[in-house]
């Protein structure tokens, strides 16, 4: 059986190691067909994306070619399987990968099983999501990201790992556990400094260590940051977190509903 992984440079796992798909063109192929849920691609969209405004004059072909490529390297990687993984259907090309084989569908899974838990069971939320975070290696598909298709998925899966760990954040919280995250919410915030949620739970964690001043220093820093560089002012969200550390608000406490906040 393969494992494939996109959530960093594109890898391939075979029982006797890790196996290389040579040429961008290639890596790109089987890039757009691992980020389509399994859905077959239509052949001009993966013409567009492998080579854009230069595809070739006879296309058609030239991707044909890479196809055959490609399903002839899935093959000799797994000898012993008796269908080809890379069918072509009346809709385009589509590439057989099930969840358990795609780090990107792990992650995701795990991330749907931590959202299941996370109300009754922080901690074991927690652990969920620190295991689906631990499967991304860096950027999705490192340096080749390929065309729209690519691009988009990249986008998509970044989107899910941010709010992945505001999650995990806000599971830690509801553990008790805001000191021992400190350094990771405050690395997260500088990281993301225009991403509300972050700032909201480093106030929180802050507060709850003791450190009312720089809770509300950072604050103050984030105000000035949105309203200098995008022209907006806080949420009605970050705004009642501020207001809840001036006035002492016991929902800041362990066990109070932070979600209060959320639905501001």
Same mark, same amino acid.
């Given at each position: 059986?393969?494992?494939?992984?996109?959530?960093?440079?594109?890898?391939?796992?075979?029982?006797?190691?890790?196996? $290389?798909?040579?040429?961008?063109?290639?890596?790109?192929?089987?890039?757009? *067909?691992?980020?389509?849920?399994?859905?077959?691609?239509?052949?001009?969209?993966?013409?567009?994306?492998?080579?854009?405004?230069?595809?070739?004059?006879?296309? %058609?072909?030239? *991707?044909?070619?890479?196809?055959?490529?490609?399903?002839? #390297?899935?093959?000799?990687?797994?000898?012993? #399987?008796?269908?080809?993984?890379?069918?072509?259907?009346?809709?385009?090309?589509?590439?057989?990968?099930?969840?358990?084989?795609?780090?990107?569908?792990?992650?995701?899974?795990?991330?749907?099983?931590?959202?299941?838990?996370?109300?009754?069971?922080?901690?074991?939320?927690?652990?969920? /999501? #620190?295991?689906?975070?631990?499967?991304?290696?860096?950027?999705?598909?490192?340096?080749?990201?390929?065309?729209?298709?690519?691009?988009?998925?990249?986008? #998509? /899966?970044?989107?899910?790992?941010?709010?992945?760990?505001?999650?995990?954040?806000?599971?830690?919280?509801?553990?008790?556990?805001?000191?021992?995250?400190?350094?990771? *919410?405050?690395?997260?915030?500088?990281?993301?400094?225009?991403? $509300?949620?972050?700032?909201?739970? *480093?106030?929180?964690?802050?507060?709850?260590?003791?450190?009312? %001043?720089?809770?509300?220093?950072?604050?103050?820093?984030?105000?000035?940051?949105?309203?200098?560089?995008?022209?907006?002012?806080?949420?009605?969200?970050?705004?009642?977190?501020?207001?809840?550390?001036?006035?002492?608000?016991?929902? /800041?406490?362990?066990?109070?509903?932070?979600?209060?906040?959320?639905?501001?």
């Amino acid at each position: 059986m393969l494992s494939f992984s996109i959530l960093g440079s594109l890898e391939i796992h075979t029982a006797s190691g890790k196996a $290389e798909i040579p040429g961008d063109l290639q890596r790109t192929l089987i890039q757009a *067909l691992l980020v389509s849920d399994r859905q077959a691609v239509p052949g001009d969209a993966l013409i567009e994306e492998m080579w854009g405004d230069s595809a070739p004059d006879n296309q %058609a072909n030239a *991707l044909q070619a890479h196809v055959s490529r490609l399903r002839r #390297r899935l093959r000799s990687l797994e000898p012993g #399987r008796t269908e080809s993984r890379l069918t072509m259907q009346p809709s385009g090309y589509r590439l057989t990968v099930a969840e358990q084989e795609l780090d990107a569908a792990q992650f995701q899974r795990k991330v749907k099983d931590a959202e299941r838990l996370l109300p009754a069971h922080p901690v074991t939320a927690a652990g969920l /999501l #620190r295991s689906a975070l631990a499967h991304w290696r860096g950027p999705v598909f490192g340096y080749v990201s390929g065309g729209s298709v690519c691009r988009l998925a990249a986008a #998509r /899966l970044e989107e899910h790992r941010l709010r992945a760990t505001e999650m995990l954040f806000e599971a830690e919280l509801a553990a008790g556990r805001h000191g021992s995250i400190l350094a990771e *919410l405050n690395e997260a915030h500088i990281s993301n400094p225009l991403r $509300e949620r972050f700032c909201e739970q *480093l106030m929180i964690a802050l507060y709850r260590a003791g450190r009312q %001043a720089d809770a509300l220093d950072t604050y103050r820093i984030m105000w000035h940051r949105l309203s200098e560089e995008i022209g907006v002012q806080p949420s009605p969200s970050l705004r009642g977190v501020e207001r809840a550390i001036l006035a002492h608000d016991p929902v /800041l406490s362990l066990g109070g509903d932070l979600k209060r906040f959320q639905a501001a």
